[in-house]
Every structure is written in structure tokens, then in C-alpha cells.
């Protein structure tokens, strides 16, 4: 009974490195989108997808890079990591459409940027 | 525009008190979800209720209970004879139909801590 995994759990990166954050589910949702929290800030959305080879960007899309080849895997891409890109990241699925489905979420992972 | 407020922002209660914690909302749709979340220390989000703009009955599930009144725009949670176990940090959040349904606005989270 995985739900959304996410790995790794935490990773410290130096500026200007890339890395992929990995994200799967195993419920065959169509939905899934990627957050970060930030202190004092809520989850905010930073890209997500409603289907295999279907993204669009969320709220702070800047600097990420997304792609989904297939249903169960929704990867987020740092580009060149920044220190404002320092948070903790989740992932999460839903059956259908945000609105009227709840989100079920990763664990999460924490991310450093010195 | 903050879309979701969560006025409170730490809250501390004696354990088998009772606490409720605010979460106001601004939106134009007429349709939207309002969402409850909880996150325990060991970080994972927690899905606890969801509630549609056209259905303003009050919710109650064991110790909590939920409270929406569309009049003043707010979506208050209440959870009664605490527990240390209820020590999280808890967030509402606004989902519109209206901008594609594919974005939770959340709020900036109430931490409750129940002390025993």
C-alpha cells in the first residue's frame, strides 16, 4: 500500500547544481502536482499534471522543470539549484480534478541549497 | 490576496480542552471545496475533511468537528477534548472550480500544541 512515494527524503545541493526530485504513485491517478513549503508560507503550487504527457505550471514554476511519460511518474527537475529553492517538497495524486477529489501526498523532501 | 487565512497562528491548549481554529476564505466562484489538512511532526499531510460551497451542514467525525458558515466566509475546525496527539500544525485550503480545479490554495497553517 505505497500511495505517492517520493525520493530521496533529504538532499543538500550546492548552487548551480541540477538534480531530479522522483515522484510516483501506484493508484493510477490521473492528477498529480508538486508543492513546496516554505516557513510561514503554506504549500504552494509549482507545476502539475493531469495526465500522461500533459503538464502546466502552478504558482511558482520558476526555475523547475517537469515532464510525464507515463501515469505513475511525475519527476521535478532543479535546473541550476538556487538557496531560494530551499524547502521541503511534496508531491500528491488525485483521482480527478483537485477541486472535488482529496489529494493524497508524499512524504516529502527536504531539500538544501548552499 | 491572501486567499486563505489562518489568523492563528501557534496555539497552546492544556489536554481535554477544547480548540477551534479559524480558517477564512475569500473567493468569487460560486463553487469551490474547502479542505482540512493536518501535518504531524514527522511531516506528512494529512487529509481530514472536504466540504463544497453548496452544503453549509456542520460536520462532526469523533472529536472533530467543522464548522462552515458562508456568511462570514469561514471554515472553522474544532477538535474537542484534545489530546497530545493532536499536536500538528493544520491547514485549510481553497480549491476553485472556476480556475481549472488544479490548485489548492492553502493557508499558512495553525500549529497546535496540546500540552499533557
Known amino acids: 500500500n505505497a500511495g505517492v512515494t517520493q525520493t530521496p527524503k533529504f538532499q543538500v545541493l550546492k548552487t548551480g547544481q541540477s538534480m531530479t526530485l522522483q515522484c510516483a504513485q501506484d493508484?493510477?491517478?490521473?492528477?498529480m502536482s508538486w508543492y513546496r513549503q516554505d516557513p510561514g508560507m503554506g504549500l504552494r503550487l509549482i507545476h502539475y499534471?493531469?495526465?500522461?504527457?500533459?503538464?502546466d505550471q502552478g504558482e511558482v514554476p520558476n526555475g523547475y522543470n517537469v515532464s510525464r511519460s507515463t501515469t505513475e511518474d511525475f519527476p521535478l527537475r532543479l535546473l541550476s539549484a538556487a538557496p531560494s529553492q530551499t524547502s521541503v517538497y511534496f508531491c500528491?495524486?488525485?483521482?480527478?480534478?483537485?477541486?472535488?477529489?482529496?489529494?493524497?501526498f508524499g512524504d516529502g523532501t527536504r531539500l538544501s541549497i548552499l | 490576496a491572501q486567499k486563505v487565512t489562518q489568523a492563528q497562528t501557534e496555539i497552546s491548549v492544556v489536554e481535554k480542552e477544547d480548540v477551534t481554529l479559524d480558517c477564512v476564505y475569500e473567493?468569487?466562484?460560486?463553487?469551490?471545496?474547502l479542505f482540512w489538512y493536518k501535518q504531524p511532526p514527522s511531516g506528512e499531510l494529512v487529509f481530514l475533511i472536504r466540504?463544497?460551497?453548496?452544503?453549509?451542514q456542520n460536520e462532526i467525525s469523533g472529536r472533530y468537528s467543522w464548522n462552515f458558515q458562508k456568511s462570514t466566509s469561514s471554515f472553522n475546525f474544532t477538535i474537542t477534548a484534545s489530546q497530545v496527539v493532536d499536536s500538528a500544525v493544520y491547514f485549510c485550503?481553497?480549491?476553485?472550480?472556476?480556475?481549472?480545479?488544479?490548485?489548492?490554495?492553502f493557508g499558512t497553517g495553525t500549529r497546535l500544541t496540546v500540552i499533557p
Open positions: 500528491a495524486s488525485s483521482a480527478m480534478g483537485v477541486s472535488n477529489q482529496p489529494q493524497h
Open positions: 466540504r463544497n460551497s453548496f452544503d453549509e
Open positions: 493508484m493510477n491517478h490521473e492528477y
Open positions: 485550503a481553497l480549491s476553485e472550480v472556476r480556475t481549472g480545479a488544479n490548485n489548492l490554495f
Open positions: 473567493t468569487r466562484d460560486t463553487t469551490y471545496y
Open positions: 499534471s493531469v495526465g500522461a504527457g500533459i503538464t
